[in-house]
């Protein structure tokens, strides 16, 4: 246990659902990240949060959609995804995302887009 | 453009020693990571360099030379359990972390 949960751990959508992904914290965290891990590749950066506001969006589609309402909760929303989305979803908390810190992962969502 | 070179996969005997390289290019540095990955879970963190040399972590020890943009992993007294992916990742001048696509460490009897 990490201190950093998320649900679904699987997920399975066509391309014209909605869903969303939820992350919690229970580190007393201030930052939180979306990441996407597909195979084989590197972890791919999505969204960063320090203290509820966004501070990076790394060139991320808009049927992706992030909402951080507390330092504990982070939220991404899906909406007319693809094919390609399909991946590993794995949400992050630190101390800070201005001091490089340790990052804590979650278990990941498995996302199957048909 | 900045990167992380890592092996893709590796292969060792239990009881063994396993060294996992890994190169960067990043602009700036801020510190270097090592992740372990086991399948369905999520990475945990391993180890932290920020200065040269070496830094042993009971059977793990990690070792940097800023000057060659070059890291390992060092393993030692391989266990069953320690196979998993290992993943090296670098902070830049902007305090982002720039991951590497993982080592896959298989262990075998």
């Known amino acids: 246990e990490t201190g950093v949960t998320q649900t679904p751990r699987h997920l399975v959508m066509g391309m014209t659902n909605k869903k969303s992904l939820k992350c919690e914290q229970h580190l007393g965290h201030n930052a939180m990240y979306w990441y996407k891990q597909s195979a084989k590749k590197p972890l791919e950066l999505m969204f960063v949060?320090?203290?509820?506001?966004?501070?990076e969006n790394n060139s991320v589609p808009s049927r992706f959609s992030p909402e951080c309402p507390n330092s504990s909760h982070l939220f991404l929303h899906l909406h007319t995804l693809q094919p390609e989305d399909s991946a590993l979803y794995l949400c992050a908390s630190s101390q800070d995302s201005l001091a490089l810190g340790t990052q804590y992962f979650g278990p990941g969502t498995r996302l199957l887009v048909l | 453009g900045q990167n992380i070179d890592q092996p893709t996969e590796m292969t060792a005997t239990e009881g063994a020693i396993v060294q996992i390289n890994c190169t960067y290019q990043t602009s700036g540095f801020n510190g270097l990571f090592w992740y372990q990955q086991h399948a369905g879970e999520a990475p945990t963190f391993l180890s932290y360099?920020?200065l040269d040399g070496l830094e042993e972590k009971g059977r793990f020890s990690s070792f940097l030379s800023r000057s060659k943009g070059y890291s390992y992993l060092l393993l030692k007294e391989l266990q069953m359990k320690d196979s998993a992916s290992y993943l090296c990742a670098v902070g830049n001048s902007n305090y982002q972390l720039i991951w590497g696509a993982g080592t896959k460490l298989i262990i075998k009897p």
């Open positions: 949060y320090n203290f509820k506001e966004q501070t």
């Open positions: 360099n920020v």
